[in-house]
């Protein structure tokens, strides 16, 4: 998904040739999406699918006793207190801060500012020159800055797909009339200090998404003037357990679902722009729901689903903002929503059973027992 920024510009004027920069687009009049399918006829054979829940710790939050190192309390006043997150930092130049959830199993790292920061006791700080095409670096060198800091700190990348680059950069969207003609503007290409590198998590096999076109996995910063990493999110366990559902096997059904995500304003009836979508691909995809022992807590699932890619989303134009239309496989997802494709709702209580074995992170085939 590319981010737009639009830019409040007069109409009454053309753009001059050869000044405006690759990135900036035209927004046409705005009337909706209508979706329309363009790709394939499939045929589904699986009555079932398999949906996988990521496993915590057995140990779940430490257990704590004894008193305060603050000498403010008692702490073994408050019996049952576990430790559910905590945060550690190195005290020491480019030093980082860790905060790690014991409770489900997460760490996240960033830079520990007063180890980074360059300004002066006075608050200035030092100016530094825009960066152009020609300072970044090539995908395969910041792959090895963000390798090299995984392997120095042990962080295992077993369960991850090849790490990916993103490279998007933001869309000037001149905002216009339909029919208007374009003003003379000259925009510089923004180049970011820090750029994305994403290790794709695979789970069986598959590849998982956010509930969107975004992989889902271990998140890394890497500034590209200092040439290190500044922040590290989503570091996780890889390891799942998992319950078959009954899924939807009629194709048809599916791609209607698809085709509802459009709208278009009633004033605008036959103004909708028309988004294509082509013939979509067996993912994995991220749900939230409530843990059905508690709910105040929540767990992490990934739901079969397919998805349809965006046939024309450079022709509607970079703020389209959407390459494809994720539609669950399990029947009761579809079924509890009135078949829309999203948001999806929560499942049943009894979708995934804690019992069950959890599959290891290179996603080897796990035996499941029917309901």
Request: net charge negative; aromatic share 10%; hydrophobic share 35%.
């Given at each position: 998904?590319?981010?737009?920024?639009a830019v409040d510009l007069p109409v009454d004027a053309k753009i001059m040739a050869g000044s405006a920069p690759s990135t900036m687009i035209v927004r046409?009049?705005?009337?909706?999406?209508?979706?329309?399918?363009?790709?394939?006829?499939?045929?589904?054979?699986?009555?079932?699918?398999?949906?996988?829940?990521?496993?915590?710790?057995?140990?779940?939050?430490?257990?704590?006793?004894?008193?305060?190192?603050?000498?403010?309390?008692?702490?073994?006043?408050?019996?049952?207190?576990?430790?559910?997150?905590?945060?550690?930092?190195?005290?020491?130049?480019?030093?980082?801060?860790?905060?790690?959830?014991?409770?489900?199993?997460?760490?996240?790292?960033?830079?520990?500012?007063?180890?980074?920061?360059?300004?002066?006791?006075?608050?200035?700080?030092?100016?530094?020159?825009?960066?152009?095409?020609?300072?970044?670096?090539?995908?395969?060198?910041?792959?090895?800055?963000?390798?090299?800091?995984?392997?120095?700190?042990?962080?295992?990348?077993?369960?991850?797909?090849?790490?990916?680059?993103?490279?998007?950069?933001?869309?000037?969207?001149?905002?216009?009339?339909?029919?208007?003609?374009?003003?003379?503007?000259?925009?510089?290409?923004?180049?970011?200090?820090?750029?994305?590198?994403?290790?794709?998590?695979?789970?069986?096999?598959?590849?998982?998404?956010?509930?969107?076109?975004?992989?889902?996995?271990?998140?890394?910063?890497?500034?590209?003037?200092?040439?290190?990493?500044?922040?590290?999110?989503?570091?996780?366990?890889?390891?799942?357990?998992?319950?078959?559902?009954?899924?939807?096997?009629?194709?048809?059904?599916?791609?209607?679902?698809?085709?509802?995500?459009?709208?278009?304003?009633?004033?605008?009836?036959?103004?909708?722009?028309?988004?294509?979508?082509?013939?979509?691909?067996?993912?994995?995809?991220?749900?939230?729901?409530?843990?059905?022992?508690?709910?105040?807590?929540?767990?992490?699932?990934?739901?079969?689903?397919?998805s349809f890619p965006v046939l024309n989303a450079e022709a509607l134009g970079g703020y389209f903002g959407q390459n494809a239309v994720i539609v669950p496989?399990?029947?009761?997802?579809?079924d509890a929503y009135g078949n829309q494709p999203q948001p999806m709702p929560l499942m049943k209580a009894d979708l995934v059973r804690p019992t069950e074995?959890?599959?290891?992170?290179?996603?080897?085939?796990?035996?499941?027992?029917?309901?």
């Open positions: 998904i590319v981010p737009t920024m046409p009049g705005y009337y909706g999406y209508r979706y329309v399918y363009k790709g394939e006829v499939l045929s589904l054979a699986d009555t079932e699918v398999t949906v996988y829940r990521r496993a915590r710790d057995p140990q779940g939050a430490l257990a704590l006793g004894g008193d305060n190192p603050l000498g403010l309390l008692n702490l073994s006043s408050f019996p049952g207190s576990k430790l559910q997150n905590f945060q550690v930092y190195q005290d020491q130049s480019e030093g980082y801060s860790l905060n790690v959830d014991v409770e489900n199993g997460t760490i996240s790292i960033n830079q520990y500012w007063p180890g980074w920061n360059k300004c002066g006791v006075d608050g200035r700080c030092p100016e530094l020159p825009s960066l152009t095409q020609a300072d970044v670096p090539s995908d395969e060198a910041m792959i090895a800055i963000t390798n090299s800091f995984l392997n120095a700190h042990g962080i295992p990348t077993t369960g991850y797909a090849k790490p990916e680059v993103q490279r998007e950069q933001p869309i000037y969207t001149i905002m216009t009339e339909p029919g208007a003609t374009m003003p003379a503007v000259d925009l510089p290409q923004y180049v970011p200090d820090t750029f994305l590198i994403t290790y794709p998590e695979l789970i069986a096999g598959q590849t998982a998404y956010e509930y969107g076109s975004t992989k889902a996995g271990l998140k890394i910063n890497v500034n590209i003037r200092d040439k290190k990493v500044v922040s590290l999110w989503d570091l996780k366990r890889t390891a799942f357990e998992g319950s078959l559902y009954a899924s939807e096997t009629d194709f048809a059904q599916l791609v209607k679902i698809a085709e509802q995500t459009g709208w278009a304003a009633p004033e605008a009836e036959g103004k909708a722009a028309e988004v294509q979508l082509g013939t979509p691909q067996l993912v994995l995809t991220k749900v939230w729901q409530s843990d059905p022992a508690n709910s105040a807590k929540q767990q992490e699932l990934f739901v079969p689903a397919y496989l399990v029947k009761d997802l579809l074995p959890a599959i290891e992170p290179q996603g080897a085939p796990m035996p499941i027992e029917k309901k």
